[in-house]
């Protein structure tokens, strides 16, 4: 058996997409952008640690460590660049051009997922990482130009929206799930793994 932590980077991942569905909503024109920055910074840290670790120890089977794990880091440095940004009253127009590209990795990754047969529900996933990807990509076609448009920009919270509840019927049922199967798990230092 395996321990893994997909369950948390998917509990971020839904914080992260309703967060940013409410700031497309009601606060890209903030006069106060810093109140924003909290949740960005917190969701982005997560995203960017865990990920991180996941990335580098592999601990998934197969390519679940990179679709997790790396699709994680991309979305956590764009929330920590976001945050940072408002944070500091910088532009979020460099935050936006990488979403662009982050968001055609998660795209790729959703289409090929669904392809590949990969995970337990590949439509329910691919479709959480395509719709979470153009999320991305439109990010700066809407900050650009759009962002006057009321209609666009609730149109744009609500597909968002539908990418945060893809997420959370997956993380939660993760969670469901894990306290049955690592009920029992007993960590290698208590089995006397790794002692002299």
């Known amino acids: 058996m395996f321990i893994d932590y997909v369950s948390l980077l998917l509990v971020n991942m839904v914080a992260g997409h309703f967060l940013l569905a409410y700031y497309v909503y009601a606060g890209l024109d903030d006069s ?13 840290l997560v995203a960017v640690v865990f990920g991180g670790i996941m990335t580098v120890t592999w601990p ?25 940004a408002m944070a500091k009253g910088w532009g979020l127009g460099t935050v936006v051009c990488y979403a662009f590209f982050a ?4 795209i790729v990754l959703g289409i090929r997922i669904i392809d590949l047969k990969l995970t337990l529900k590949p439509m329910l996933s691919g479709a959480g990482f395509i719709i979470s990807g153009a999320a991305g990509v439109l990010a700066a076609p809407t900050f650009a130009y759009l962002r006057g448009s009321r209609t666009f920009r ?11 509840l893809i997420w959370a019927s997956m993380a939660y ?18 089995r006397g793994v790794g002692k002299p």
């Open 103 to 106: 968001g055609w990795a998660a």
């Open 32 to 44: 106060n952008q810093t109140r924003w920055a909290p949740g960005f910074l917190m969701t982005g």
């Open 173 to 190: 049922l993760e969670y469901w799930g894990h306290m049955q199967q690592f009920g029992k798990w007993v960590p290698l230092l208590m």
């Open 154 to 164: 609730v149109i744009a919270a609500l597909v968002v929206v539908v990418a945060g």
């Open 60 to 84: 998934l089977p197969g390519a679940y460590g990179s679709a997790y794990g790396e699709m994680s880091v991309l979305l956590g440095i764009i929330f920590l660049g976001a945050g940072l």
